[in-house]
């Protein structure tokens, strides 16, 4: 039988795993932020602060999904996998999972 501490316990230390992740890749030489969105849009977890993190996950979910799509009209039998966009001040980077998107911003000039 599981009991529901155990299900509290267990999802608390995946989110602390999750969230040392975040710390440890948001610690890197370039890195300015990391975000986590659901397909929505809605922020999982950032290590922006929450007007950045609107922006960024508001915005880049509409991207990603206008890509998707875009691909499927192409190709029906294809997908996304990977989405980069270089600006002038920072490349993002995205990895849409089923359940999640994982949008990370560098600084190219930092690494």
Do not use: C, W
């Not at 602060?49 to 499927?72: E, H, P, R, W």
């Not at 192409?74 to 999972?97: G, S, W």
């Amino acid at each position: 039988m599981i009991y529901a501490f155990d299900l509290t316990f267990t999802y608390q230390r995946k989110m602390s795993e999750v969230d040392e992740h975040l710390k440890r890749l948001a610690s890197r030489k370039g890195v300015k932020g990391v975000v986590i969105v659901n397909k929505e849009g809605l922020s999982i977890r950032s290590t922006l602060d929450n007007t950045l993190t609107n922006q960024y996950s508001t915005l880049f979910t509409n991207l990603v999904n206008m890509a998707k799509s875009t691909v499927q009209e192409i190709d029906p039998q294809n997908e996304v996998t990977f989405l980069r966009v270089r600006t002038k001040k920072h490349e993002i980077m995205i990895a849409p999972n089923p359940d999640y998107y994982f949008i990370t911003i560098f600084n190219p000039q930092e690494y």
